[in-house]
T-cell receptor
Framework: SQQGEEDPQALSIQEGENATMNCSYK?????LQWYRQNSGRGLVHLIL?????REKHSGRLRVTLDTSKKSSSLLITASRAADTASYFC??????????FGKGTHLIIQP | DTGVSQNPRHKITKRGQNVTFRCDPI?????LYWYRQTLGQGPEFLTY????????KSRLLSDRFSAERPKGSFSTLEIQRTEQGDSAMYLC????????????FGPGTRLTVL
């Protein structure tokens, strides 16, 4: 079973707007990662945030982590058509594989 | 391009047939992972290798599935006696043993079992 859950499951916004998606998880983490998947490029790593970090930026991406609430959010600012994709949060399992949520499907309307 | 590569990209087979997929990781990466992804779901972990040693297998990896990494470089995933429920995208990823947990994924092999 998948232990991370992204919310919302689907999001449609206008180009130029900001997109926010959330991830909740159940067990403790060392870090949490966000990945993007689209048909053209497969699954691509976006950003990793460690458990002792509260916020991290990478270009137009901002990730926050609240370990007390076991939740993370991914903000994409000034969205572009190319941001249309599915976004997944991922955590490491007990050994080494990653566990992913079901993802948020983001559509950027032109 | 020195990313993770997978072959074939698509495979259509009939129920009961055996199939084998190949993954070539990034050359300096000694850890290699296999995942399965069905429509509308995120990837699910199947197994991983450090060099040639298979260190963990998910309960999803039934006895019809076997993975190998004989020389610690490329890996194969074989599914015997395929079932329609095996239809999915099979993803391979790799990373170095040191550093962060970031994994680098290949484009996947899409399996359709008729």
């Amino acid at each position: 079973s998948q232990q991370g859950e992204e919310d919302p499951q689907a999001l449609s916004i206008q180009e130029g707007e900001n997109a926010t998606m959330n991830c909740s998880y159940k067990t403790s983490i060392n870090n949490l990662q966000w990945y993007r998947q689209n048909s053209g490029r497969g699954l691509v790593h976006l950003i990793l945030i460690r458990s002792n970090e509260r916020e991290k930026h990478s270009g137009r991406l901002r990730v926050t982590l609240d370990t007390s609430k076991k939740s993370s959010s991914l903000l994409i600012t000034a969205s572009r058509a190319a941001d249309t994709a599915s976004y997944f949060c991922a955590r490491r399992l007990s050994a080494d594989g990653l566990t992913f949520g079901k993802g948020t499907h983001l559509i950027i309307q032109p | 391009d020195t990313g993770v590569s997978q072959n074939p990209r698509h495979k259509i087979t009939k129920r009961g047939q055996n199939v084998t997929f190949r993954c070539d990781p990034i050359s300096e990466h000694n850890r290699l992972y296999w995942y399965r992804q069905t429509l509308g779901q995120g990837p699910e972990f199947l197994t991983y290798f450090q060099n040639e040693a298979q260190l963990e297998k998910s309960r999803l990896l039934s006895d019809r599935f076997s993975a190998e990494r004989p020389k610690g470089s490329f890996s194969t995933l074989e599914i015997q006696r395929t079932e329609q429920g095996d239809s999915a995208m099979y993803l391979c990823a790799s990373r170095t043993a040191t550093g962060t947990d970031t994994q680098y994924f290949g484009p996947g092999t899409r399996l359709t079992v008729l």
